[in-house]
C-alpha cells in the first residue's frame, strides 16, 4: 500500500442512519471521509423518528422543491422560485434562500462540487475552482432525490456525487449518471440494479450494484446479492469485480490503488471485516474482522485505518496501524450512525450520531477526544467529514426538518477550527 498520499479526494456523503447499519464513506486519495451508512432504498434516521430502511417515514416529509433545468454552460442564470400570497389562516414558511448543499465531494484544496437545492429548486451542481471564493452552476443529473427529504427513491434517484478528477464525475444512489466534462452535460448508466456505494481511485471507478429494482434490495450487511463493479474513469467499460464467494459485498473505500471492500462472512450473526487489494481489485485478501456483525464506516489514511462500528445499542471506534491486520478500540463511543473520518495516523475528526452533537478531534491515535465545534443548533447533525490533506477538511450540517438550512464548513488547520462556507 502507498505510505503516503500527496492529495487525496473527498467523496463523503450524506449517511443514512437505519436500523441495519451498513455502510460508510471514508476519505483519501480517492476517499475521503464519509459518514454513510446506507440502508439500499432507504434514507432514515430511526433516532430522529423514522422508520427502518426501504419503509416509509412516521412522520410526513416537507414537499421537494420542483427540479432546476440542468445548465449547459459553466455558468447559468439561475431560476427563481415565487410563493403564494399567505392566506388569513395559514402561515406561509419563508422562501428558502441561497444554495442548501445535500452531498459534497473534492479531488483538492481547491477544487469542489456540491449537489444540493438554489432557491428550493433541485437539482444543481455547483462547482468552485478556488477553494470557495467563487462559485458557478454546472449542469445535473435528470433526477435526484434529496436525502434530507427522507424520498422513496426511484432506481432513477441519485443523491450521492463523487469526481475523481476535474473532468470525471458520477452521482449515484440508486440510480447511476456520469459526466465526463466537469459536470456540465451527464448521461445516464445501467449496471442492471441499484448503485448503494461508488468511489473513485486512481485511474479506475469502483460501484457495490444490488441486482433488481430498489424496492427489492437489502437493508442489511449480510446481502449475498450485492456486486462489485468496476469502470477505468475516463469511459463507461464497466465489469463486474470478482470477489470470493463466500463473502457478501458491504461497502467500498479506495485509497490510491488500494481497494477495501467491506465484507461479511455470511449468516445472521457473523462479523464483518475487510477485503483489501493493492492492485485496483485483481486479488483480494482478508484482514482483521471488526468484531461485530454490523458494517462499518471505514476510513483508511495510508497504513492507518479507522473505522465506527455500530453495535446493538452504542457504536465503538477502532483503529488500525498495520494495513488492517489488527484493530484496537479507539475510544469514542457513541451512538450508533456516529462516524470518525482519518487525517492521519495520530488525528481524527469524529461526529456523533445524534441532533445538536459537536464535532470531535482526537490527535493521540483515539485515547482521548476533544470537541472542536459546537453544533450550529440543536436539532441538526453533521453528516459529512473528510479531509483532501493534513489540514484541509470539510463538513456537512443539515436538519432533516429544514433541508434549506444545511450548511458545509471548511478547516484550515486540520480541525482544529471550523467556519461556514457561502455557496452563491
Not at 75 to 96: D, Y
Not at 371 to 393: C, E, I, K
Request: aromatic share 10%.
Amino acid at each position: 500500500m502507498p505510505s503516503s498520499a500527496p492529495e487525496r479526494r473527498i467523496v463523503a456523503s450524506l449517511g443514512t442512519l437505519g436500523k441495519d447499519v451498513n455502510r460508510v464513506r471514508m476519505i483519501d486519495v480517492a476517499k475521503a471521509g464519509r459518514l454513510r451508512i446506507a440502508c439500499v432504498g432507504g434514507f432514515l434516521l430511526v433516532m430522529l423518528g423514522f422508520a427502518s430502511c426501504g419503509g416509509t417515514s412516521t412522520s410526513n416529509p416537507p414537499p421537494q422543491g420542483t427540479r432546476g433545468q440542468p445548465a449547459t454552460t459553466n455558468t447559468a442564470v439561475l431560476p427563481t422560485t415565487s410563493s403564494s400570497p399567505p392566506s388569513s389562516t395559514t402561515t406561509q414558511p419563508a422562501e428558502p434562500t441561497g444554495f442548501a448543499p445535500a452531498d459534497f465531494t473534492a479531488i483538492s484544496a481547491t477544487q469542489w462540487w456540491v449537489l444540493g437545492c438554489r432557491q428550493g429548486e433541485c437539482p444543481y451542481v455547483a462547482s468552485t475552482s478556488d477553494g470557495g471564493d467563487n462559485w458557478s452552476i454546472v449542469g445535473a443529473p435528470s433526477a435526484w432525490g434529496n436525502p434530507l427529504y427522507q424520498p422513496q427513491p426511484t432506481i432513477d434517484n441519485a443523491m450521492h456525487l463523487r469526481f475523481a478528477d476535474a473532468n470525471d464525475g458520477w452521482a449515484f444512489g440508486p440510480g447511476l449518471y456520469d459526466t465526463h466534462d466537469g459536470g456540465k452535460t451527464w448521461s445516464q448508466l445501467d449496471l442492471g440494479g441499484a448503485v448503494e456505494d461508488l468511489e473513485p481511485g486512481l485511474g479506475r471507478v469502483y460501484a457495490v450494484v444490488f441486482p433488481g429494482p430498489p424496492s427489492s434490495a437489502c437493508s442489511s450487511p449480510r446481502c449475498p446479492g450485492l456486486q462489485l463493479w468496476s469502470s477505468p474513469i475516463t469511459s463507461n467499460a464497466w465489469s463486474k469485480v470478482s470477489v470470493p464467494e463466500h463473502f457478501y459485498v458491504g461497502s467500498v473505500a479506495v485509497l490510491g490503488d488500494d481497494v477495501y471492500l467491506q465484507v461479511t462472512a455470511g449468516g445472521e450473526g457473523e462479523t464483518t471485516g475487510l477485503l483489501i487489494s493493492t492492485d485496483q481489485g485483481h486479488r483480494f485478501t482478508e484482514s482483521a474482522k471488526f468484531g461485530t456483525g454490523y458494517g462499518c464506516a471505514i476510513s483508511p489514511v495510508a497504513e492507518t485505518i479507522w473505522a465506527f462500528c455500530p453495535t446493538g445499542l452504542e457504536g465503538l471506534s477502532l483503529v488500525s496501524t498495520n494495513g488492517g491486520r489488527t484493530f484496537t478500540d479507539a475510544g469514542f463511543r457513541q451512538a450508533n450512525g456516529s462516524d470518525i473520518a482519518g487525517v492521519s495516523a495520530s488525528v481524527a475528526i469524529a461526529a456523533a450520531g445524534a441532533p445538536g452533537t459537536p464535532l470531535w478531534r482526537t490527535v493521540d491515535g483515539g485515547r482521548t477526544f476533544t470537541p472542536v465545534q459546537s453544533a450550529p443548533d440543536g436539532t441538526g447533525f453533521w453528516y459529512l467529514m473528510g479531509f483532501t490533506n493534513p489540514l484541509d477538511g470539510y463538513a456537512l450540517w443539515g436538519d432533516v426538518g429544514l433541508p434549506e438550512a444545511s450548511a458545509l464548513w471548511h478547516t484550515t488547520d486540520g480541525g482544529q477550527h471550523w467556519s461556514p462556507e457561502t455557496i452563491q
